[in-house]
């Protein structure tokens, strides 16, 4: 079975500046995998090259075994795409938005409804889901971008920041959704600057710091590859504070 994501020596510049410097990293199936790194490390290019929002300069990119570009309806039918700002329409209500996007994936009323009943009762969607758009706070609009990413049943869901603005019971819903998701076969992609989340829900971790990936693996073998012994913050602040080239796992 292929790697739902299988990165390849990509590189990505802007101008003169490397934001991705030869990254390769592959996640299988079943995995969430946590991306960290400090602002401006190439966390956000790299998932938008991912995602096929952007086209890498050097490398290759697969998902699910189809390449990013040359097959790139192929690859991006096998995922979604959560961004940190999640946009809705706002003049639709949560529902209409839901079911927009379902005929963009040409779903049939029976699938759509059986899964939106499901992702409703995980994300406590009907307090608010047939209100308007431009009455949500972040944390309903990120309840509602995050289930019409997995409306169409994704094998590979790609999240920047999922926490930001959810409440402490929404954050353990979404912790149990990404558990499902890994059980059943998917993989999470997650960048994310709560250190605390990652350390809690991560299969594996990887570090990227100046356009290079500086470390990779369980927080386990994270913990060999650093001096320090014990959280993940600690680790993190290491490696990033001393790393300028990529360390050996």
């Given at each position: ?8 020596g990509?590189v ?63 690859a ?23 079911y ?9 009323r ?67 959704l ?10 999470v ?9 990652a ?14 990936l ?36």
């Amino acid at each position: 079975m292929a790697d739902a994501i299988d990165i390849q020596g990509v590189v990505k510049r802007y101008g003169q500046k490397v934001a991705v410097n030869g990254l390769t990293l592959s996640v299988p199936p079943g995995e969430l995998f946590a991306f960290l790194g400090p602002n401006g490390a190439g966390k956000t290019t790299t998932i938008k090259m991912i995602s096929g929002l952007l086209t890498p300069h050097e490398g290759s990119i697969h998902v699910c075994g189809h390449l990013m570009g040359t097959n790139g309806l192929l690859a991006k039918a096998q995922l979604a795409y959560v961004p940190d700002q999640p946009f809705l329409y706002e003049k639709l209500t949560g529902r209409e938005f839901l079911y927009f996007v379902a005929e963009m994936y040409g779903m049939g009323r029976e699938e759509r409804d059986e899964n939106l009943e499901k992702l409703n009762r995980q994300l406590d969607l009907d307090p608010f889901v047939d209100r308007l758009g431009g009455t949500y706070s972040h944390g309903m609009k990120q309840r509602v971008v995050l289930a019409a990413a997995l409306l169409h049943q994704p094998r590979v869901l790609i999240i920047d920041e999922p926490m930001v603005g959810l409440d402490p019971r929404t954050v353990r819903s979404v912790k149990d959704l990404f558990l499902d998701i890994t059980r059943s076969g998917g993989s999470v992609f997650m960048s994310t600057h709560t250190l605390e989340v990652a350390e809690a829900v991560a299969d594996r971790i990887g570090i990227i710091n100046k356009g290079n990936l500086i470390a990779v693996g369980t927080l386990e073998e994270l913990r060999n590859t650093a001096t320090s012994q014990h959280s993940l913050e600690e680790i993190f602040l290491e490696l990033t504070e001393t790393s300028d080239a990529p360390i050996e796992e």
